[in-house]
T-cell receptor, first 116, second 116 residues
């Protein structure tokens, strides 16, 4: 099955700095890569995603890059703010059910702390 | 975006009792729902895939007789933790992929189970 490795497990940055979280996946059939932000005791919230036919995607201060050859993808947060503090999970997904559904495998998460 | 609702949010029960958790898709139909378990400071681990009108598919290592899943309609899946023990205490969270969205999962609020 799919295996997703995520690094680092914890990341502390100063407000205004950039934060980068990296993930690798094992199954070359994976074609959908979402990133989720989870605050303590709450549900994961999708913040950005990328599909295998795209190398980079950006949404304001958040960007994701994908290298299919190397099987790794990264989350980049610029101009970090204290409210960005949370646990971030990457995931990789293989389509199944005739391609209409996706089963996600999550990385272990990164605790991001943005210090004021 | 699509809304997935989970109930109850918190439940405390005595060891040996059973607990039922409901997951509802409020504004879309879900033929498939996913149940995850999350221990403190850990990632989301897929327990099983709930299929409307048929048996659930369990991940390796998950006891199907202990974690009963019923997906009786296109908007409701239930997870019953039978004969709960303290080691079953965890955050249980469901998710559903709206058809046609192309991969994005919408998560319920999660249910925190504490077994005394």
């Amino acid at each position: 099955g799919e295996n997703v490795e995520q690094h680092p497990s914890t990341l502390s940055v100063q407000e205004g700095d950039s934060a980068v979280i990296k993930c690798t996946y094992s199954d070359s059939a994976s074609n959908y890569f979402p990133w989720y932000k989870q605050e303590l005791g709450k549900r994961p919230q999708l913040i950005i995603d990328i599909r295998s036919n795209v190398g980079e995607k950006k949404d304001q201060r958040i960007a994701v890059t994908l290298n299919k050859t190397a099987k790794h993808f990264s989350l980049h947060i610029t101009e970090t703010q204290p409210e960005d503090s949370a646990v971030y999970f990457c995931a990789a997904s293989i389509p199944w059910g005739g391609g209409s559904n996706y089963k996600l495998t999550f990385g272990k998460g990164t605790l991001l702390t943005v210090n004021p | 975006g699509a809304v997935v609702s989970q109930h109850p949010s918190w439940v405390i029960c005595k060891s040996g009792t059973s607990v039922k958790i409901e997951c509802r898709s409020l504004d879309f139909q879900a033929t498939t729902m996913f149940w995850y378990r999350q221990f403190p400071k850990q990632s989301l681990m897929l327990m099983a895939t709930s299929n409307e009108g048929s048996k659930a598919t369990y991940e390796q290592g998950v006891e199907k007789d202990k974690f009963l899943i019923n997906h009786a309609s296109l908007t409701l899946s239930t997870l019953t933790v039978t004969s709960a023990h303290p080691e079953d205490s965890s955050f249980y969270i469901c998710s559903a992929p709206p058809a046609g969205v192309g991969g994005e999962l919408f998560f319920g609020e999660g249910s925190r189970l504490t077994v005394l």
